[in-house]
């Protein structure tokens, strides 16, 4: 079973378009989070949700709205794409607070042209 | 500001030998630090975590140390083999509560 898993694993669109990554953990933990590591391989934060509620939103464009429906589930809506936002998108959840271990998922990698 | 520094980037060592890396922080107090490891187009796998009241740390062939007052710690790996092969990530608890990642370190073992 998988743990932490993302759709589409991969995401080629045109600038200026809309997309959503949507994340989905199934080990009842109560964070998550969204990662952003770009072509220099730097993981660096930019939402973390707990139980639904944001709790972390680091200094990233407001063209990006992280949606929590439930605990289990964390969605990344980007909008007006620009050739800047191509990396990888790692989702994550850990049991409770960031100190805990984090389980990633395997990355959503988006090209924009 | 806060930094962590891990100073390889790449690593080549042959199957056998032990693999050393080396993460350095300046400007945290964090009560523990973590590793993981990231094999291309994977996402990364947790490995250990190490507190500041903890010396080293083992599991099976990894190795992890802390001293806090060097604000250092060292990820060794030994008896290396093929399947090492990957990159490792150290990763510890800021000020305002975010794990922040360091740059990794790729490590190649030879045959």
């Known amino acids: 079973d998988t743990a932490v898993s993302q759709t589409p694993k991969y995401l080629v669109t045109q600038m200026g378009n809309d997309k959503s990554i949507k994340c989905e953990q199934n080990?009842?933990?109560?964070?998550m989070y969204w990662y952003k590591q770009d072509s220099k391989k730097f993981l660096k934060i930019m939402f973390s949700y707990n139980n639904k509620e944001l709790i972390i939103n680091e200094t990233v464009p407001n063209r990006f709205s992280p949606k929590s429906p439930d605990k289990a589930h964390l969605n990344l809506h980007i909008n007006s794409l620009e050739l800047g936002d191509s990396a990888v998108y790692f989702c994550?959840?850990?049991?409770?607070?960031?100190?805990?271990?984090?389980?990633f998922g395997p990355g959503t990698r988006l090209l924009v042209l | 500001s806060q930094k962590i520094e891990q100073n390889s980037e790449a690593l080549n060592i042959q199957e056998g030998k032990t693999a050393t890396l080396t993460c350095n922080y300046t400007n945290y107090s964090p009560a523990y630090l973590q590793w993981y490891r990231q094999d291309p187009g994977r996402g990364p796998v947790f490995l250990l975590l190490?507190?500041?009241?903890?010396k080293e740390k083992r599991k099976e062939r990894l190795k992890v140390t802390f001293d806090t007052t060097l604000k250092q710690s060292l990820f060794h790996i030994t008896a290396s083999q093929p399947a090492d092969s990957a990159t490792y990530l150290c990763?510890?608890?800021?000020?305002?509560?975010?794990?922040?990642f360091g740059a990794g370190t790729t490590v190649t073992v030879r045959a």
């Open positions: 080990l009842g933990h109560d964070t």
């Open positions: 990763a510890l608890v800021t000020n305002d509560y975010k794990l922040s």
């Open positions: 994550a959840s850990s049991l409770s607070t960031v100190q805990e271990t984090q389980y």
């Open positions: 190490i507190r500041e009241n903890e």
